[in-house]
């Protein structure tokens, strides 16, 4: 091979890298943007995925609830970086308004490591169940703390990544709306591509 050939080549190679790194770089913004995060999570009105986990002191919990809605908080320790989501989930327990409203918190690991944690931010009364990747990702959620409400059929009714105790609390509302005409359309169109998708 001349030296022409070789330097051909390696120019080649070099551009073949170079091209790689930038769709790789492309991809990597995709995914980590504020768009994606804007993505994260369950659309309102479908249907959540179903589990049973047991808490602490060995009570099973599962999801669809037995109270008319369910607050799912996907988190773990790192929520003492966020007092003012742990005030707001601490008056949603205590606000008997909220008598339908039941509050878990699912952890992707060990839930026994993030217990004391969450005992000494005051949210010893509130389920902390061991989760894991895969549940979050079938929650579609990579991001904490994110809080998915959904209610006693099984429907998501308000699902959103949250940083402050006032989204807790429009989240609530929110969850207490009537499901409309275009959440079941959303819903049915995205079945249908699902199943169309599973035929191919």
Not at 9 to 29: F, K, R, T, Y
Not at 60 to 86: A, E, K, M, N, Y
Not at 102 to 110: F, L, N, P, S
């Amino acid at each position: 091979m001349t030296i022409l050939g070789i330097v051909f080549v390696g120019i080649a190679a070099l551009a073949c890298a170079a091209a790689l790194l930038a769709i790789l770089g492309i991809g990597q913004l995709a995914l980590s943007g504020s768009g994606a995060i804007a993505r994260d999570g369950l659309a309102r009105g479908q249907v959540a995925p179903a589990w049973s986990l047991p808490d602490a002191d060995g009570t099973l919990r599962s999801s669809p609830p037995g109270r008319p809605f369910q607050l799912i908080v996907f988190g773990d320790h790192s929520l003492r970086s966020f007092p003012s989501v742990v005030a707001g989930l601490r008056s949603l327990r205590d606000d008997p308004a909220n008598a339908d409203l039941e509050i878990v918190i699912v952890t992707a690991g060990d839930a026994r490591l993030s217990q004391p944690a969450l005992t000494t931010l005051g949210l010893d009364r509130i389920p902390v169940l061991t989760g894991s990747r895969a549940l979050y990702a079938r929650y579609n959620v990579r991001v904490m703390p994110f809080v998915i409400v959904v209610d006693a059929a099984g429907r998501v009714r308000a699902s959103s990544l949250v940083n402050h105790d006032w989204q807790l609390a429009k989240l609530r509302r929110i969850a207490g709306l009537p499901l409309d005409s275009g959440d079941a359309a959303g819903v049915a169109g995205r079945a249908a591509r699902q199943s169309q998708a599973a035929a191919v």
